[in-house]
């Protein structure tokens, strides 16, 4: 064997190989379809690979588009912002809705709508921009909290507690939503709730402004207008920018009888915000109290023009209507009033106003009771159903209301002298001087109160309430505060000193009234005013009947 050949490595050659291993097979002729599949195989790996690198290159395209769409939607949400900022709500809504059009999915861009169609009273379309964000985002507490407050404007107070529930559940230290849950808690009338409320939200922020104006909702709802005044005070010294504030104290100040107090609080108001709905109402209320209906109305209108689905303006606007006599205004209003806001009980305090003023004491009594039922704190209107039972004859009935409403309110003089005139019909004199002098007692200068304690002292059919010198002092009080300037007043003096014998001071001073008819209300009176003229000519003492 040749050492250096090695036949493993590479095949032997030469014809005796080619002889001895000759492993070839003959040719054979390859089919047709079989090139037909190589060929179509070929093909269809071709589409495939083609297809994936299509599928690619658009994947990266649509990546790089989508990235530049998120983009855009983030710059015209920022826009929106800054045109919100503005006040440009129409512009703001806009770009806002080119962000929600590039991502679909932008949760704050529905948010920042939303918030947006709530600042130009568009509520439904509010609603459905929120609904829409915490859909796309349940996690955020703002969401539900802007939700809450669309549903306290369009006064479905159970559904906003339900939302500021949910924001407070998700961050319980945040005070605004205390404070958004307290204002809701005033809409349903549970004040103590309302009152915790603001109580936490003052913990987590002293100075937290809108949870003192919240207390200052819970205190007039109370009638505690003094207390309403401090807390609105207050909010106005932590936000004085804020037109609503001073509109909210305004009011309070009409209830205090502190008009001028009241005038330069709107005069604020609409410095800051001409177009304040409230600040309109508030004025409105001043002008109602002052007797100026017909400029009442005015403002009342432009509240609701600005705010029509504020149930109170319309309220407020029938109240002044009753007053004009106008019924059927005044119960349009109600109705509009009632579709607004179902539970508030002042649409039924009027609806009683109406009856009352059409002698239908039995309905008054009804629509009364209803208001007392939906606000039981709300000494008013028990004393209104007590004026109700009065009228219908109804004493005792009449003085259970009247005690009911000094239980609530027991430093309003008023509820004493409404009890006391009940007494009086009822013929229990005894407790209707105690209650006239407790009236008087907290009213020191009401020249009402002088002379309702003065007249009984000097006119009482029992000899034992009578007290003619007393009733003299009182009288000329009265007099004194009044300058003279009322018949009925004087009327009262003329039969004190009847009352002490000095019968020709007692027939001057009737002289004097009887040449005043424009001071009496009805010829009726004046007619009675001159029998008792006659009474004291003949040297005989009046005495009520």
Known sequence: MNPDFDFHSQPPSGPAYRANYN???????TPVWVWLSIIAGGTLFAV???GLVSL????????????????????CNERGNRYADQGKHDKAIAEYGEAIRLNPNMAVAFYNRGSSYLKIKEYDKALADLNKSIQLDPSDPDAYDLRGTIFDWKNDW????????????????????????????VGLKDFAKAGRDCSKALQLDPKYADAHNVQGHIASWQDDWAGAARNYGRAIELAPKRATFYANRADAYVFLQQYEDAERDLEQAFKIDPQCASAFNSRGNLLDAEGDFDAAIKDYNRAIELESSRAVYRVNRADTYCKLKDYAKAREDCDAAAKLDPNNAEIY?????????????????????????????RAVYVNNRGNAHRAARNFPAAVEDYSQAIRLQPANASYYQNRGHAHVDAKDYGKALKDYQERLRLEPESVSGLTDVAWLLATCPKADVRDGKQ????????CELDEEDDPGVIEVLAAALAEIGDFAEAVKMQK?????????????GLKKAKERLCDYEQKKPTRSE
């Open 23 to 29: 492993f070839a097979r003959p040719a054979r002729k």
């Open 48 to 50: 495939v690979v083609l």
């Open 56 to 75: 690619f290159a658009w994947g990266v395209a649509r990546g790089v588009q989508r990235e530049r769409e998120q983009q855009q939607a983030e710059d």
């Open 158 to 185: 159970t559904a906003a507690v339900a939302d500021y529930d949910r924001a407070i559940q998700r961050r319980p230290a945040q005070a605004r939503y205390y404070a958004n849950r307290a204002s809701a808690y």
């Open 349 to 377: 305090n009027i609806r009683g106003n109406i009856a009352y003023d059409l002698n239908n004491w039995a309905a008054a009594v009804g629509h009364y009771s209803r208001a007392f039922e939906l606000a039981p704190r």
């Open 471 to 478: 009733a003299v002092t009182l009288a000329r009080k009265a």
């Open 512 to 524: 004097k009234a009887v040449a005043m008819p424009d001071g009496y209300n009805s010829e009726d």
